[in-house]
């Protein structure tokens, strides 16, 4: 099994539609959880951390579910600028300060 | 710019040269990460590094390949006689040091690395 699991995609969305995406981890003893977004040919940026209680920013939201070992990402009103690839990431518990990226999730919004 | 900074942006090399990739990390960041990325596929960790030691280097082939970050100056990632498959982007991140693990990383633009 993957250390940390994502559908590929991609997710095709009109603009203003909400989409989900979900990323699973195989350690349950991870501890931090983040979100990236990698545009094509540039480098991976920071979307945001994932904290137990679930957070949200602006149009983003994400929750974890420790006991089902899950991520997930909600975007609501899509815009076009959105279509990028999401990645989930999750650090190592045998070694905290190193981070696991999933293959990511690629995003297409259409007018 | 405060951020991390990956020089040069693009390299081209012959088969059997030998390929540099320089990486500073965000000012204040004590940890460097260097990944590929082959197109179309996900980032793959290759190596992570404190000042003047190689913490985890279980991503690096065993061959070819060195990184470093020394007391003074860049990190380096060195890959020696390069063959066309070393072509990819490497990208370098960098994070804090805080003691409690499971920082965020920050990116560099990436060197683009093509193998003629």
């Known amino acids: 099994r993957k250390e940390v699991e994502q559908d590929p995609g991609p997710f095709n969305v009109p603009e203003g539609a909400t989409v989900a995406f979900n990323c699973t981890y195989s350690?349950?003893?991870?501890?931090?959880f983040f979100w990236y977004r990698q545009d094509c040919r540039k480098e991976p940026k920071l979307l945001m951390s994932?904290?137990?209680s679930g957070n949200e920013d602006g149009r983003f939201t994400a929750q974890l579910n420790r006991a089902s070992q899950y991520i997930s990402l909600l975007i609501r009103d899509s815009k076009l600028s959105d279509s990028a690839t999401y990645l989930c990431?999750?650090?190592?518990?045998?070694?905290?300060?190193?981070?696991?990226f999933g293959t990511g999730t690629r995003l297409q919004v259409f007018p | 710019n405060a951020g991390v900074m990956q020089n040069p942006r693009h390299l081209v090399r012959r088969r059997g040269q030998e390929a540099r990739l320089r990486c500073s990390p965000m000012?204040?960041?004590?940890?460097v990460y260097w990944y590929r990325q082959l197109p179309e596929e996900g980032l793959k960790f290759m190596v992570y590094?404190?000042?003047?030691?190689?913490?985890?280097e279980s991503g690096m082939p065993k061959e070819r390949f060195s990184a470093e970050f020394p007391k003074e100056g860049p990190s380096i990632l060195r890959i020696q006689q390069v063959v066309r498959g070393d072509s990819a982007a490497y990208f370098c991140?960098?994070?804090?040091?805080?003691?409690?693990?499971?920082?965020?990383?920050?990116f560099g633009d990436g060197t683009r690395l093509s193998i003629l």
């Open positions: 991140a960098s994070s804090l040091n805080s003691g409690t693990g499971g920082q965020p990383q920050h």
């Open positions: 350690n349950s003893a991870s501890q931090s």
């Open positions: 994932v904290y137990s």
């Open positions: 990431v999750v650090n190592n518990p045998h070694n905290t300060d190193k981070l696991i």
């Open positions: 000012k204040g960041h004590s940890h």
């Open positions: 590094l404190q000042k003047e030691n190689i913490i985890d």
